[in-house]
Each structure stands twice: as structure tokens, then as C-alpha cells.
T-cell receptor, first 114, second 110 residues
């Protein structure tokens, strides 16, 4: 069973389009994240939700809007896609204040904006 | 930038050799973690060391932490071809925000 699953795995789209990436975790965690990994493999946190509430909101263009319908799901909607949005987007989850403090990652969504 | 710096950026060794990668950071930390990323995959947690610990072992992995120098190292002993991956350090200074290092790409050749 996949612990953190995100879809789609690949997303190729034109500039200006709107797209969504979905993420689900079956680990019973209360916190979920979106990370962006650029072409140089730099990983940067974008958002974090704890029990459906936004707790981390880094400096991200407001074209990016996360939505958490419940604590097992965290989706990412991107409006008016730009060339610079091309990257790999990772969803992750953890149990906040758990002693292990480790994150579990999905396998990533490679977004290519043409 | 608060991002951790790792060196070397890339490392190529022969199977059976040891691989050492280093991570430096700038803030005070609660803990430091190491993750592995195989090509085209998500990150997988390897080991965590807390700020009051100096060394930790897990199988062929050995992690050290020197908070006075704000640095950590990951040693993989008796490397295998399957260890070929990118390795990232990550740390929390407060709250649940995990900041990642720049990564070391390890290639283990047969």
C-alpha cells in the first residue's frame, strides 16, 4: 500500500493554463506539506497544513493555492502557469510533535510548462 | 539563505569503499535528519540525530553532529551500487518547518 500518493506523476501543459495536483496519505498523519524541487535539486517548502489548517505559507506566488478537504488530503492548484513553475512537486506528511519527526514523501509530480 | 550546504556536490566511489558527505547550517537546530532520493523518486528518511547527541548509528550509516561548528556528516560504510542516490540533510530550528540542504549526488560503481 502506498503511504503518500500523488497524481499525476507527469504533467505537461501550456503557459497560462490552470492545473491541479492531488495528494493523499493513508498513514493517519495530521500534517501535510508541499515541497518544490527545482532543476538543481534544491528542495523548498511551500505550504504545510495541520488538521486542515494552514500553518506554513512560504513566499509563494498567490497563483498557488493549496486546499485540504480533510487531514488525509492536500491538493495544490496552480493558476496561470508560467515557465518558471516547471519543477518537481512533492507532497509529504508527518505526525506533528511525533518523536520521530520524520517526513514521508510521495513520488513527486514532474510539471513541465511549455 | 537558511538552506543547508552540503559537500561534496557529487561523489563517485567504488563498491566497497566508504562514502562521507557533509552538511553545514547556519541556525540553531532541534534535530538534523538525513534523507535519500533515488532518481525519479521521493525522499526516504534515513536517520535522525538530536541536537544533544553527537553520534548515531543505523546499519551501515553513521551520523555525527557538531553543534558548535554547525555541521553534520553522514558516513556510509561498505557502499553498494544500490546506495547510488542523492543524499540530503534536513533540519528543524523550531516548529515543524524542515529545511533541506543542497544535496550530494553519490554514485557507487561496480
Amino acid at each position: 500500500d502506498t503511504a503518500v500518493s500523488q497524481t499525476p506523476k507527469y504533467l505537461v501543459t501550456q503557459m497560462g493554463n490552470d492545473k491541479s495536483i492531488k495528494c493523499e496519505q493513508n498513514l493517519g498523519h495530521d500534517t501535510m506539506y508541499w515541497y518544490k524541487q527545482d532543476s538543481k535539486k534544491f528542495l523548498k517548502i511551500m505550504f504545510s497544513y495541520n488538521n486542515k489548517e494552514l500553518i506554513i505559507n512560504e513566499t509563494v506566488p498567490n497563483r498557488f493555492s493549496p486546499k485540504s478537504p480533510d487531514k488525509a488530503h492536500l491538493n495544490l492548484h496552480i493558476n496561470s502557469l508560467e515557465l518558471g513553475d516547471s519543477a518537481v512537486y512533492f507532497c509529504a506528511s508527518s505526525q506533528l510533535f511525533d518523536r520521530s519527526e520524520k517526513l514521508f514523501f510521495g513520488s513527486g509530480t514532474q510539471l513541465s510548462v511549455l | 539563505s537558511q538552506q543547508g550546504e552540503e559537500d561534496p556536490q557529487a561523489l563517485s566511489i567504488q563498491e566497497g569503499e566508504n562514502a562521507t558527505m557533509n552538511c553545514s547550517y547556519k541556525t540553531s537546530i532541534n534535530n538534523l535528519q538525513w534523507y535519500r532520493q533515488n532518481s525519479g523518486r521521493g525522499l526516504v528518511h534515513l536517520i535522525l540525530i538530536r541536537s544533544n547527541e553527537r553520534e548515531k548509528h543505523s546499519g551501515r550509516l553513521r551520523v555525527t553532529l557538531d553543534t558548535s561548528k554547525k555541521s553534520s556528516s553522514l558516513l556510509i560504510t561498505a557502499s553498494r551500487a544500490a546506495d547510488t542516490a542523492s543524499y540530503f540533510c534536513a533540519f528543524t530550528g523550531g516548529g515543524n518547518k524542515l529545511t533541506f540542504g543542497t544535496g550530494t549526488q553519490l554514485k557507487v560503481e561496480l
